[in-house]
């Protein structure tokens, strides 16, 4: 069993921050890559950052210089901190994680259950 969780999301006024915090748990051998997607009302979900084992990050291009995605190997975390937010940020927040899970031979992505991110004055 392994199990994602999501915490941080909210309410925040335009121009606020929030700080968004995965942790994966269960019977995890090793996190290969691991990130965060977004989707809108009535938008495919997108990715918005994602960040290796090693910490080379990626970044949706229209996102870069406000969020930033860091992790804590030994904790298995990752998080996503938002800045300058603008209404259009508003979504639900997925994480991920490719894990390989003891005794498997393959990774498989796992994903939180999703928290909502709400930019409104």
């Known amino acids: 069993q392994v199990q994602l969780v999501e915490s941080g999301g909210g309410l925040v006024q335009p121009g606020g921050s929030l700080r968004l915090s995965c942790a994966a748990s269960g019977s995890i051998f090793s996190i290969n890559a691991m990130g965060w997607y977004r989707q809108a009302p009535g938008k495919q979900r997108e990715l918005v950052a994602g960040?290796?084992?090693?910490?080379?990050?990626r970044y949706a291009d229209s996102l870069k210089g406000r969020f930033t995605i860091s992790r804590d190997n030994a904790k298995n975390t990752v998080h996503l901190q938002m800045n300058s937010l603008k209404p259009e940020d508003t979504a639900v927040y997925y994480c991920?994680?490719?894990?390989?899970?003891?005794?498997?031979?393959?990774?498989?992505?796992?994903w939180g259950q999703g928290t909502q991110v709400t930019v409104s004055s």
């Open positions: 991920y994680a490719d894990i390989l899970r003891h005794g498997s031979y393959y990774e498989y992505r796992y």
């Open positions: 960040i290796s084992s090693g910490g080379s990050t």
